[in-house]
Protein backbone atom coordinates (compact mmCIF):
# COMPACT_ATOMS: atom_id res chain seq x y z
CA UNK A 1 0.00 0.00 0.00
CA UNK A 2 1.40 3.49 -0.93
CA UNK A 3 0.00 6.80 -0.78
CA UNK A 4 -1.79 8.01 -4.01
CA UNK A 5 -0.32 10.68 -6.04
CA UNK A 6 -3.67 11.12 -8.33
CA UNK A 7 -7.22 11.73 -6.73
CA UNK A 8 -8.80 10.92 -5.02
CA UNK A 9 -5.79 10.94 -2.20
CA UNK A 10 -5.54 8.95 0.75
CA UNK A 11 -6.64 11.86 3.00
CA UNK A 12 -9.02 13.92 1.35
CA UNK A 13 -11.87 16.23 2.15
CA UNK A 14 -15.15 17.14 0.10
CA UNK A 15 -15.01 20.65 -0.35
CA UNK A 16 -17.08 23.08 1.30
CA UNK A 17 -15.20 25.13 4.49
CA UNK A 18 -16.94 27.08 7.34
CA UNK A 19 -17.32 30.73 6.36
CA UNK A 20 -15.10 33.28 8.38
CA UNK A 21 -17.45 35.81 10.39
CA UNK A 22 -15.96 38.74 8.34
CA UNK A 23 -16.79 36.94 4.96
CA UNK A 24 -20.36 36.48 6.38
CA UNK A 25 -20.82 40.03 7.76
CA UNK A 26 -19.62 41.04 3.92
CA UNK A 27 -22.52 39.56 2.52
CA UNK A 28 -24.74 40.32 4.78
CA UNK A 29 -23.58 44.35 3.71
CA UNK A 30 -23.50 43.36 0.39
CA UNK A 31 -27.70 42.30 0.34
CA UNK A 32 -27.99 45.09 1.98
CA UNK A 33 -26.84 47.17 -0.82
CA UNK A 34 -23.77 48.71 2.10
CA UNK A 35 -21.10 47.12 -0.50
CA UNK A 36 -20.89 46.17 -4.29
CA UNK A 37 -20.15 43.33 -5.85
CA UNK A 38 -16.07 44.48 -6.35
CA UNK A 39 -15.85 44.95 -2.29
CA UNK A 40 -17.43 41.36 -2.03
CA UNK A 41 -15.27 39.81 -3.82
CA UNK A 42 -12.12 41.55 -2.18
CA UNK A 43 -13.70 39.87 0.92
CA UNK A 44 -13.63 36.54 -0.65
CA UNK A 45 -10.07 36.82 -2.28
CA UNK A 46 -8.61 37.39 0.81
CA UNK A 47 -10.81 34.56 2.63
CA UNK A 48 -10.04 32.15 0.22
CA UNK A 49 -6.34 32.76 0.59
CA UNK A 50 -6.23 31.99 3.99
CA UNK A 51 -8.49 28.84 3.46
CA UNK A 52 -6.53 27.28 0.43
CA UNK A 53 -3.01 28.19 2.89
CA UNK A 54 -4.62 26.38 5.79
CA UNK A 55 -5.46 23.56 3.98
CA UNK A 56 -2.00 22.92 2.48
CA UNK A 57 -0.81 23.72 6.09
CA UNK A 58 -2.80 20.83 7.29
CA UNK A 59 -1.43 18.49 4.67
CA UNK A 60 -4.35 17.90 2.39
CA UNK A 61 -3.46 17.14 -1.34
CA UNK A 62 -6.69 19.23 -2.68
CA UNK A 63 -7.52 22.41 -2.13
CA UNK A 64 -10.85 24.36 -2.80
CA UNK A 65 -12.14 27.68 -2.09
CA UNK A 66 -14.22 26.10 0.73
CA UNK A 67 -17.57 27.34 -1.38
CA UNK A 68 -16.86 30.74 -0.26
CA UNK A 69 -18.45 32.69 -3.14
CA UNK A 70 -21.89 30.34 -2.71
CA UNK A 71 -24.84 30.56 -1.28
CA UNK A 72 -25.46 26.87 -1.90
CA UNK A 73 -23.36 24.06 -2.85
CA UNK A 74 -25.70 23.65 -5.77
CA UNK A 75 -28.07 26.52 -6.43
CA UNK A 76 -25.29 28.79 -7.74
CA UNK A 77 -24.04 26.36 -10.30
CA UNK A 78 -28.05 25.26 -11.38
CA UNK A 79 -29.46 29.08 -12.12
CA UNK A 80 -26.45 29.75 -14.58
CA UNK A 81 -27.50 27.38 -16.72
CA UNK A 82 -29.24 28.53 -19.84
CA UNK A 83 -33.55 27.75 -19.79
CA UNK A 84 -33.18 26.98 -15.54
CA UNK A 85 -34.74 30.30 -13.80
CA UNK A 86 -35.16 30.72 -10.01
CA UNK A 87 -38.52 29.63 -9.26
CA UNK A 88 -41.04 30.24 -6.18
CA UNK A 89 -41.21 27.25 -3.85
CA UNK A 90 -43.03 27.13 -0.64
CA UNK A 91 -42.22 23.75 -0.40
CA UNK A 92 -40.63 22.89 2.89
CA UNK A 93 -37.97 19.91 3.85
CA UNK A 94 -37.63 18.46 7.20
CA UNK A 95 -34.61 18.03 8.08
CA UNK A 96 -33.26 15.98 11.09
CA UNK A 97 -30.34 16.08 13.90
CA UNK A 98 -30.18 14.22 17.19
CA UNK A 99 -32.37 17.03 19.03
CA UNK A 100 -35.07 16.71 16.97
CA UNK A 101 -36.33 18.61 13.14
CA UNK A 102 -35.85 21.48 11.82
CA UNK A 103 -37.75 22.83 8.28
CA UNK A 104 -35.42 24.52 5.24
CA UNK A 105 -37.80 25.82 2.04
CA UNK A 106 -34.45 25.75 -0.02
CA UNK A 107 -34.34 27.75 -3.59
CA UNK A 108 -36.54 25.99 -6.01
CA UNK A 109 -35.89 25.94 -9.93
CA UNK A 110 -37.63 26.01 -12.66
CA UNK A 111 -36.54 24.61 -16.44
CA UNK A 112 -37.89 27.44 -18.54
CA UNK A 113 -36.02 27.05 -21.79
CA UNK A 114 -33.60 24.64 -23.43
CA UNK A 115 -30.78 23.59 -21.13
CA UNK A 116 -27.73 24.86 -22.24
CA UNK A 117 -24.11 25.68 -21.03
CA UNK A 118 -24.30 29.68 -21.97
CA UNK A 119 -20.47 30.22 -20.06
CA UNK A 120 -17.90 28.30 -18.54
CA UNK A 121 -19.66 28.25 -14.83
CA UNK A 122 -17.18 28.83 -11.75
CA UNK A 123 -14.06 29.36 -14.20
CA UNK A 124 -12.91 32.52 -12.64
CA UNK A 125 -13.85 30.94 -9.19
CA UNK A 126 -11.11 27.96 -9.85
CA UNK A 127 -8.57 29.73 -11.61
CA UNK A 128 -8.20 31.96 -8.60
CA UNK A 129 -7.71 28.70 -6.84
CA UNK A 130 -5.31 27.40 -8.83
CA UNK A 131 -2.91 30.44 -8.54
CA UNK A 132 -2.65 30.05 -4.47
CA UNK A 133 -2.51 26.27 -4.61
CA UNK A 134 1.40 25.56 -4.13
CA UNK A 135 1.81 21.96 -2.64
CA UNK A 136 -1.57 20.55 -3.39
CA UNK A 137 -3.85 19.99 -6.52
CA UNK A 138 -7.03 22.26 -6.88
CA UNK A 139 -10.45 20.71 -6.83
CA UNK A 140 -13.90 22.22 -8.14
CA UNK A 141 -16.79 20.68 -6.84
CA UNK A 142 -19.98 20.92 -9.39
CA UNK A 143 -23.54 19.22 -8.81
CA UNK A 144 -24.29 16.60 -10.41
CA UNK A 145 -26.72 16.81 -13.54
CA UNK A 146 -29.07 14.50 -10.96
CA UNK A 147 -29.59 17.72 -9.21
CA UNK A 148 -31.61 19.71 -12.07
CA UNK A 149 -33.97 16.97 -11.84
CA UNK A 150 -34.37 15.09 -8.25
CA UNK A 151 -36.19 17.90 -5.88
CA UNK A 152 -38.83 19.22 -8.36
CA UNK A 153 -39.56 16.04 -10.95
CA UNK A 154 -40.54 16.62 -14.12
CA UNK A 155 -42.85 19.08 -12.42
CA UNK A 156 -40.10 21.54 -12.52
CA UNK A 157 -40.19 21.04 -16.47
CA UNK A 158 -41.80 23.29 -18.67
CA UNK A 159 -43.54 20.80 -21.06
CA UNK A 160 -44.16 22.79 -23.66
CA UNK A 161 -39.72 23.17 -23.99
CA UNK A 162 -39.76 19.13 -23.33
CA UNK A 163 -42.48 17.38 -23.81
CA UNK A 164 -40.66 14.29 -22.98
CA UNK A 165 -37.72 13.62 -20.88
CA UNK A 166 -35.27 11.53 -23.11
CA UNK A 167 -35.02 15.25 -24.74
CA UNK A 168 -34.30 17.15 -21.50
CA UNK A 169 -32.03 15.06 -20.23
CA UNK A 170 -29.96 15.34 -23.85
CA UNK A 171 -30.00 18.74 -23.23
CA UNK A 172 -28.67 18.67 -19.31
CA UNK A 173 -26.04 16.23 -20.01
CA UNK A 174 -24.69 18.13 -23.14
CA UNK A 175 -24.38 21.42 -21.10
CA UNK A 176 -22.59 19.39 -18.69
CA UNK A 177 -20.69 17.25 -20.96
CA UNK A 178 -19.38 21.45 -22.66
CA UNK A 179 -18.38 22.24 -18.76
CA UNK A 180 -16.46 19.29 -18.49
CA UNK A 181 -14.67 20.37 -21.39
CA UNK A 182 -14.19 24.00 -20.91
CA UNK A 183 -12.98 23.91 -17.39
CA UNK A 184 -10.39 20.79 -17.89
CA UNK A 185 -9.16 23.43 -20.98
CA UNK A 186 -8.95 26.00 -17.91
CA UNK A 187 -6.44 23.63 -16.38
CA UNK A 188 -8.98 21.81 -13.99
CA UNK A 189 -7.74 18.04 -13.27
CA UNK A 190 -9.78 17.21 -10.35
CA UNK A 191 -13.33 17.71 -10.87
CA UNK A 192 -16.35 16.39 -8.56
CA UNK A 193 -20.20 15.84 -9.02
CA UNK A 194 -21.91 16.41 -5.47
CA UNK A 195 -24.75 14.13 -5.49
CA UNK A 196 -27.78 13.46 -2.86
CA UNK A 197 -30.26 11.68 -5.15
CA UNK A 198 -27.85 8.77 -5.03
CA UNK A 199 -27.92 8.41 -1.67
CA UNK A 200 -31.14 9.58 -0.58
CA UNK A 201 -32.97 7.21 -3.22
CA UNK A 202 -31.68 4.55 -0.68
CA UNK A 203 -34.39 5.87 1.69
CA UNK A 204 -37.41 4.24 1.20
CA UNK A 205 -39.38 7.15 2.58
CA UNK A 206 -37.91 9.34 -0.16
CA UNK A 207 -38.75 6.78 -2.64
CA UNK A 208 -42.22 6.88 -1.62
CA UNK A 209 -42.36 10.48 -2.14
CA UNK A 210 -40.90 10.28 -5.73
CA UNK A 211 -43.18 7.51 -6.80
CA UNK A 212 -46.17 9.82 -5.47
CA UNK A 213 -45.12 12.65 -7.51
CA UNK A 214 -45.23 10.17 -10.56
CA UNK A 215 -41.50 9.03 -11.07
CA UNK A 216 -40.14 5.36 -11.31
CA UNK A 217 -38.24 5.45 -7.88
CA UNK A 218 -37.24 2.13 -8.58
CA UNK A 219 -35.19 2.97 -11.47
CA UNK A 220 -34.52 6.45 -11.56
CA UNK A 221 -30.88 6.25 -9.57
CA UNK A 222 -29.96 4.31 -13.06
CA UNK A 223 -31.43 6.89 -15.14
CA UNK A 224 -29.39 9.60 -13.29
CA UNK A 225 -26.37 6.73 -13.36
CA UNK A 226 -26.65 6.77 -17.49
CA UNK A 227 -26.95 10.93 -17.81
CA UNK A 228 -23.86 11.57 -15.78
CA UNK A 229 -22.12 8.85 -17.86
CA UNK A 230 -23.25 10.64 -20.75
CA UNK A 231 -21.81 13.82 -19.41
CA UNK A 232 -18.22 12.35 -18.76
CA UNK A 233 -17.70 10.45 -22.02
CA UNK A 234 -15.84 12.99 -23.50
CA UNK A 235 -14.00 13.95 -20.50
CA UNK A 236 -10.46 14.47 -21.19
CA UNK A 237 -7.48 12.21 -20.53
CA UNK A 238 -5.47 13.02 -17.05
CA UNK A 239 -8.78 14.72 -15.28
CA UNK A 240 -9.54 12.91 -12.10
CA UNK A 241 -13.53 12.65 -11.69
CA UNK A 242 -15.21 11.56 -8.44
CA UNK A 243 -18.22 12.22 -6.80
CA UNK A 244 -19.86 12.63 -3.86
CA UNK A 245 -22.82 11.11 -1.93
CA UNK A 246 -24.95 13.15 0.85
CA UNK A 247 -28.14 12.34 2.42
CA UNK A 248 -28.39 16.24 3.22
CA UNK A 249 -25.95 18.57 5.28
CA UNK A 250 -27.40 21.67 6.61
CA UNK A 251 -26.62 23.34 10.27
CA UNK A 252 -25.24 19.57 11.35
CA UNK A 253 -29.35 18.13 10.31
CA UNK A 254 -29.73 15.66 7.45
CA UNK A 255 -32.69 14.81 5.29
CA UNK A 256 -32.33 10.60 4.31
CA UNK A 257 -31.48 7.79 6.22
CA UNK A 258 -30.67 4.31 5.31
CA UNK A 259 -27.52 1.97 4.01
CA UNK A 260 -26.46 2.32 0.05
CA UNK A 261 -27.76 -1.15 -0.82
CA UNK A 262 -30.53 0.30 -2.78
CA UNK A 263 -27.98 1.46 -5.40
CA UNK A 264 -24.93 -0.19 -4.71
CA UNK A 265 -24.73 -2.13 -7.63
CA UNK A 266 -25.14 -0.14 -10.20
CA UNK A 267 -23.76 3.00 -8.65
CA UNK A 268 -20.25 1.12 -8.81
CA UNK A 269 -20.17 -1.23 -11.44
CA UNK A 270 -22.07 1.32 -14.33
CA UNK A 271 -21.47 4.85 -12.53
CA UNK A 272 -18.09 6.70 -14.61
CA UNK A 273 -15.70 8.16 -12.01
CA UNK A 274 -12.79 7.27 -10.85
CA UNK A 275 -13.89 7.68 -6.67
CA UNK A 276 -16.68 7.81 -4.86
CA UNK A 277 -16.89 9.85 -1.74
CA UNK A 278 -19.72 8.21 0.51
CA UNK A 279 -20.98 8.72 4.07
CA UNK A 280 -20.52 6.71 7.19
CA UNK A 281 -20.19 8.31 9.84
CA UNK A 282 -22.82 7.22 11.77
CA UNK A 283 -25.60 4.53 11.57
CA UNK A 284 -27.82 6.15 9.06
CA UNK A 285 -25.65 5.33 6.49
CA UNK A 286 -25.59 1.26 7.31
CA UNK A 287 -22.91 -1.20 6.94
CA UNK A 288 -19.72 -1.81 4.51
CA UNK A 289 -21.70 -4.45 2.70
CA UNK A 290 -22.28 -2.67 -0.17
CA UNK A 291 -18.74 -2.41 -0.61
CA UNK A 292 -18.67 -6.09 -2.10
CA UNK A 293 -19.70 -4.97 -5.56
CA UNK A 294 -16.53 -2.27 -5.99
CA UNK A 295 -14.76 -3.46 -9.00
CA UNK A 296 -10.61 -3.18 -9.13
CA UNK A 297 -9.61 0.18 -10.30
CA UNK A 298 -12.67 2.06 -8.64
CA UNK A 299 -11.75 3.81 -5.41
CA UNK A 300 -14.04 4.93 -2.49
CA UNK A 301 -13.25 7.21 0.09
CA UNK A 302 -14.75 6.34 3.43
CA UNK A 303 -16.14 9.41 5.23
CA UNK A 304 -15.72 8.29 8.52
CA UNK A 305 -15.16 11.72 10.38
CA UNK A 306 -18.64 13.45 10.95
CA UNK A 307 -18.60 17.31 9.98
CA UNK A 308 -21.93 17.50 12.23
CA UNK A 309 -20.67 18.07 15.49
CA UNK A 310 -17.50 18.95 16.87
CA UNK A 311 -15.94 16.08 18.63
CA UNK A 312 -12.85 14.75 17.41
CA UNK A 313 -12.93 10.91 16.54
CA UNK A 314 -9.92 8.62 17.45
CA UNK A 315 -7.53 6.95 15.43
CA UNK A 316 -7.91 4.18 16.88
CA UNK A 317 -11.53 4.04 15.79
CA UNK A 318 -11.17 5.19 12.07
CA UNK A 319 -8.42 2.49 11.87
CA UNK A 320 -10.67 -0.04 13.03
CA UNK A 321 -13.42 1.15 11.00
CA UNK A 322 -11.46 0.93 7.74
CA UNK A 323 -9.93 -2.38 8.49
CA UNK A 324 -14.00 -2.89 8.58
CA UNK A 325 -14.46 -2.11 5.26
CA UNK A 326 -11.77 -3.36 3.91
CA UNK A 327 -13.67 -6.97 4.29
CA UNK A 328 -15.28 -6.32 1.44
CA UNK A 329 -12.99 -4.17 -0.94
CA UNK A 330 -9.09 -4.32 -1.13
CA UNK A 331 -7.56 -1.53 1.17
CA UNK A 332 -5.53 -0.44 -1.63
CA UNK A 333 -8.96 0.77 -2.96
CA UNK A 334 -10.13 2.85 0.10
CA UNK A 335 -9.12 6.51 1.40
CA UNK A 336 -10.42 8.58 3.89
CA UNK A 337 -12.41 11.95 4.53
CA UNK A 338 -15.03 14.01 6.31
CA UNK A 339 -18.45 12.29 5.55
CA UNK A 340 -19.39 15.46 4.19
CA UNK A 341 -18.32 19.17 3.82
CA UNK A 342 -18.62 21.77 6.61
CA UNK A 343 -20.71 23.92 5.39
CA UNK A 344 -23.27 22.56 2.38
CA UNK A 345 -24.71 26.56 2.33
CA UNK A 346 -23.86 29.68 4.01
CA UNK A 347 -24.95 28.43 7.58
CA UNK A 348 -22.44 25.98 8.41
CA UNK A 349 -22.29 23.09 10.46
CA UNK A 350 -22.51 23.51 14.54
CA UNK A 351 -18.79 23.37 15.20
CA UNK A 352 -15.87 25.39 15.73
CA UNK A 353 -13.33 26.36 12.93
CA UNK A 354 -10.83 25.05 15.11
CA UNK A 355 -12.50 21.69 15.26
CA UNK A 356 -12.73 22.13 11.85
CA UNK A 357 -9.70 21.59 11.00
CA UNK A 358 -8.12 19.60 13.60
CA UNK A 359 -10.54 16.92 12.28
CA UNK A 360 -9.00 17.38 8.72
CA UNK A 361 -5.60 16.90 10.53
CA UNK A 362 -6.76 13.80 11.69
CA UNK A 363 -7.79 12.66 7.97
CA UNK A 364 -4.81 13.46 6.82
CA UNK A 365 -2.48 12.61 9.95
CA UNK A 366 -4.77 8.96 10.40
CA UNK A 367 -4.76 8.19 6.73
CA UNK A 368 -0.61 8.32 6.42
CA UNK A 369 -0.28 6.15 9.04
CA UNK A 370 -2.45 3.63 7.18
CA UNK A 371 -1.04 3.93 3.51
CA UNK A 372 1.78 6.00 4.29
Not at 98 to 105: I, M, N, P, V
Request: hydrophobic fraction near 40%; proline fraction near 4%.
Amino acid sequence: MALRDTPPFRGDHVGSLLRPSVLLEAREKFAAGAIDADELRGVEDTAIAEVVRKQEEVGLRSVTDGEFRRASWHMDFIYQLGGVEKAQDNMAIEFRNESGTLQFTPAALRVAGPVRLEHTIFEPDFQAVRSLATSALPKLTIPSPSMVHYRGGRASIDPGVYADDDAFWTDVSAAYAEQVRRIAEAGCRYLQFDDTSLAYLNDPKQREQIAARGDDAEHLHERYIRQINAALRDRPEGMAITTHMCRGNFRSSWVAEGGYDFVAEALFNELAVDGYFMEWDDQRSGDFAPLRFVPKGKFVVLGLVTTKRGELESKDDLKRRVEEASRYVDIDQLCLSPQCGFSSTVNGNALTAEEQWAKLRLVVETATEIWG
